[in-house]
Each structure stands twice: as structure tokens, then as C-alpha cells.
């Protein structure tokens, strides 16, 4: 279900281009799955029911926050049900998260689905890019993870002409030097020089991290996904930008 067009992919293109001319990439073999080309879960039973369900949300009712990524967005569903309904219900939010993505992966459901929303969101925020690390365990290039989250943005930009995109910086996992925390930073230090119209990198990192760099007590049991409190420390720390945003 395509709805890019030659007139949307020609300014995706150039929109790439730009990106593009923000980094000097590090040579390295070519990847078996590549960050910026779009990958499906098809075959995953359970994906395809979650992705063909959030279209079908996003077709159905108004959007006016629309959250996209991975398991940590996914379980706003779950884990902050409540936190959700107690900040964004009056701002008709929209779930776009699928567990175990990779921004393939995400960039995939962008293009296949063209995000039939009812409305145009007023913002939209990604995150997205951890799976990538712990995919390849940290060994895919910091640059090539970030154009991935990149390209995540300018679909946005180009579905949406009048919404604003904020690129979170991906969330502190595990312990402050384990190698895949030190990765995310890398990726996350890149994305901090997006220069993309109507995009703005916001790090929220340190509202979930102690004196000692590692993540507050009992806010995650798992060290990467949050529980209820780690979910209203994200919403507290991003409301000021959907109140902006969302008048």
C-alpha cells in the first residue's frame, strides 16, 4: 500500500542527499541487512498482526502525537498504560512502536503503509536504533545507525508537510560502561547535528540516570525497558514539547 509518488520520492531523495552531507562515513563491508533500507517482519505472525492493527488505529481516529519505534514505545501499551492515558489522552495519541524493530524495519512500515492517519499530526516522536546495536552487538557503524534514524525523519517530513519531528536520543541501557550504552552515545552524539527542517534532536537521558551515570533504581527490570516509573519520567520530560506543539 504505496502512496509515495515521483513528486514525495524525488524530495525523500533530496532530503537524503542533505543528510547525507552532515557525516564522513567510515568504510566498512556491505551488511546483510542494511540500516536504511526498508526490511519487513512479514513472516513474524505476531508483528504483522500489531502492524496491520496500529494502521488501522491510525486510519480510524485523530492523531495528534504520534509516537514511533520499538519495544520501548510499543509498551506505552503495556508497561505505561497508565502513564498514557494520565498525560497524553487529551492529546489523541498514537502508538507506531513494534517490538524487536530496527529502523529497517520501521522505515519499512512508513513506506508500505504511507500512515493513513485520519489527521495529520502536530508532532511526532521517534525512537529508535537500540535494536540495531544490540543486534549487531554494537558492530554496525554509529554513522550508519544514525542514517537510519535519519531516514525514519524524512519520511516523516515528507508524509506530514506541516508536522513537527523530534528525533529522541536513544534511552541509557544497561550499565554506564557497558559497550552498548557507549554505542547509543556514539549514534546519539551524530543525531544531535540534524539539520533537517521541522526536526529537533531532544536528549532526554539524563532525567533516567543517577549520580553514578547507571539508570535510577526501579525504573527498569530489565536495564533497557522502562516500568510504570520510567514511563512518567519519559512523559514528564516530553510534555513541554507536545503542550508547544499541541496548542
Known amino acids: 500500500m504505496r502512496i509515495m509518488n515521483d513528486m514525495t520520492s524525488s524530495l525523500l531523495h533530496k532530503l537524503s542527499i542533505s543528510a547525507l552531507a552532515l557525516f564522513s562515513f567510515t568504510a566498512f563491508a556491505a551488511p546483510t541487512s542494511s540500516p536504511i533500507i526498508p526490511e519487513s517482519r512479514d513472516n513474524v505472525g505476531w508483528w504483522k498482526e500489531r ?20 519495544s520501548i514505545t510499543d509498551q506505552w501499551s503495556t508497561n505505561g498504560k497508565n502513564i498514557w492515558n494520565k498525560y497524553f489522552a487529551k492529546y489523541n495519541p498514537c502508538n507506531f512502536g513494534i517490538s524487536g524493530d530496527r529502523t529497517q524495519n520501521l522505515i519499512y512500515r512508513l513506506e508500505n503503509s504511507g500512515l493513513p492517519s485520519q ?7 521517534i525512537m529508535i536504533g537500540t535494536n540495531n546495536t544490540g543486534h549487531s552487538k554494537g558492530a554496525e557503524p ?44 556514539k549514534i546519539n552524539t551524530i543525531l544531535a547535528k540534524c539539520s533537517l527542517p521541522r526536526t529537533q534532536y531532544v536528549n532526554i537521558n539524563k532525567h533516567f540516570l543517577g549520580k553514578d551515570n547507571n539508570l535510577l533504581p526501579n525504573i527498569s527490570g530489565d536495564k533497557l525497558h522502562f516500568n510504570e516509573r520510567g514511563y512518567e ?13 499541541c496548542k
Open 142 to 185: 554509529a554513522e550508519s545507525t544514525a542514517m537510519g534514524i535519519l531516514s525514519v525523519a524524512q519520511h516523516l517530513l515528507v508524509r506530514y508537510p506541516n508536522t513537527q519531528v523530534i528525533i529522541l536520543g536513544i534511552f541509557p541501557r544497561n550499565t554506564a560502561d557497558d559497550i552498548r550504552r557507549t554505542h547509543n552515545d
Open 119 to 125: 489527521t495529520d499530526p502536530k508532532v511526532c516522536f
Open 233 to 245: 519520567i519519559w512523559a514528564k520530560a516530553i510534555m513541554p514539547y507536545i503542550k508547544k506543539y
Open 51 to 70: 502492524y496491520t492493527k496500529q494502521v488501522e488505529t491510525l486510519k480510524s481516529q485523530p492523531c495528534d502525537v504520534l509516537f514511533l519505534g520499538d
